[in-house]
């Protein structure tokens, strides 16, 4: 009886210490792996079960394609202080009318407040991130570095591309809105390198009625620009895995979709506070990427534990794509797009997006989360897509003006 009581008091203790070990966190800078990964989700970071944290397109993307994530505590973002207060001040003002456009947006973020179980907040949310000046007013990447790989054959090539975004409505700088109040946002993406592709891309402007885009491309055949049909705004970006209405992240006016729905909040790993920058030596441009074994693209960054609004976005039918499930921050002044699911026509996942982040210090003096590098993966035919940004980039930098994104600039972005 005794020695039977010693027998289950001793199950009890390894029982308890057995618990005890499951329930206490792994430490920041363990990477999560495909040897790893069945352990690590019976563990917890940050008090939070790491199987809630990790998606099933995430864990896909571990298990089968070699994704890594190497574990860092939750940071706070660094808010500027004018965005907080304009969203303050301007709260309540920004409506939508009865076709989904925005109305009497001044500045700061539109909508300042999202209930996370109202399916209908989600479209605010698109609002948030494509027209709050949380980013900058005005950006210029000369170049971004554009990292194009094959899954199963490796590093195909390198390409240079300008982007600039001016906002003319809703930027923190009144200087730089439209005088006429009718557009919303110019956005050129130009290819600078190789010469035999230099030239191509696409300059867009927005108009704050939320009609369809005026987009102009450069045909280098005859050295000028032309207009393209406005539908252009969704078209794949030549060469790349990306369509038009993607840059980093999503550059699109919400109106044109057919629905947003809000589907609720939850916790998952998302890249706030990237270590990863892309080099200046030519000769070695992308040491950050694994080229030693397929598929050839993966990254090794830090992920944090952020909490998210997760939102599900249906195209119109003449789009490439049937629907898209998005992961916003839910810090309200920086709605990080986390991680993007891109589904085609059969509905059958096609591509994921993933954004990865950093605090940034802008020419104002601000600060701001801007883009690290934003990987686009192409799943169907195993090929990605690496978009780092310029290092050296300019974030609210003195002297922008409108006139440098008309089609009449193009020529000269491009040189």
Known sequence: MFSKSIQILG????????????????APGTVINAANIDQVKTQTFQGKPLADLILPTQEKMIRELGLQMRLQSTQQIQVDPRMAAAT???AGKASLDDKNRLQNFVTGMPFASIDAN?????IKLAYNFMRGPWYADVLDYNPMYFALINGQKGFEREQHWRFGRYLADGAINPALKDPNGEIAKYEVVLNKYPNDSRGLGVLTIQYTDARLPDVYAYVRSVRRVRRLSSNAWADPLSSTDLLNDESFGMSLDPSWYQEWKLLGKRWILGSAHSTVAVSTDSGNRFPMIDATKAPYWNILDDWEPREVFVVEATPGPGHLLSRKVQYYDAELHAPMLHWQEFYDKKNELWR????????????D???????SYVPVYDLQRLHATIVFADPQGRHNYEGAKAADFTPGAIPRLIN
């Open 11 to 26: 199950a009890a203790a390894l029982l308890g210490l057995v618990s005890g070990a499951q329930a206490q966190d792994i």
């Open 352 to 363: 994921i997006e993933n954004c990865n982040y950093r605090p940034t210090k802008r020419d």
């Open 365 to 371: 003096g601000s600060m701001a989360q801007t883009v």
């Open 88 to 90: 303050k001040e301007n």
């Open 118 to 122: 109202n399916p209908a907040d989600g």
